[in-house]
């Protein structure tokens, strides 16, 4: 049996790609699309929480792990004309989609797993859902092997839920 690594949120193997500032708080992380400690100098008029919905936002790193999962919580999107949106994360390795996984977003904390993926180095990518308000937390990989994701794989933002 592997052994397991933790990775905490803050862990600087870990990559927060899209995001302009973090938010640190208890065992998560926050992905910002404008600097969170000034969200009221750039939304003077309100929508702030859309500055907190990680659109675009990817959690990348670099390991040789047969699986991948994190803690996270997730606020429910605010409501929005149209159909609302689900709320999914994509798993995506060395540029591929592995698998999409259903989040659970009632601001309670939750966990994923992912298993199955190649042994074998490479860059992982957590795409975060674009409305749901999303704070990962500790994450696991079944080796010791990690590092910082280097030049980002993607050639563009993906939508979550496998199209883009």
Request: proline content about 11%; overall charge positive; hydrophobic content about 30%.
């Amino acid at each position: 049996m592997s052994a397991k690594r933790v990775v905490a949120g803050d862990d600087p193997v870990l990559r927060f790609r899209g995001a302009v500032s973090l938010q640190h708080g208890p065992g998560w992380v926050a992905p910002w699309r404008v600097p969170h400690e000034e969200a009221r100098l750039h939304l003077p008029e309100g929508g702030i929480g859309r500055a907190a919905m990680p659109a675009g936002v990817r959690v990348t790193l670099r390991t040789d792990s047969r699986e991948i999962g994190c803690r996270y919580l997730a606020d429910p999107a605010p409501r929005l004309n149209g159909p609302q949106e689900r709320p999914r994360l994509d798993v995506v390795r060395d540029g591929r989609i592995v698998t999409t996984v259903e989040l659970r977003c009632d601001g309670e904390e939750a966990g994923f797993l992912v298993s199955g993926l190649p042994e074998r180095m490479g860059t992982v990518e957590l795409w975060l859902p674009p409305y749901h308000t999303t704070r990962p937390g500790p994450g696991r990989c079944s080796t010791g092997s990690a590092g910082p994701a280097g030049t980002p794989t993607g050639t563009g933002p993906r939508t979550a839920g496998g199209s883009g």
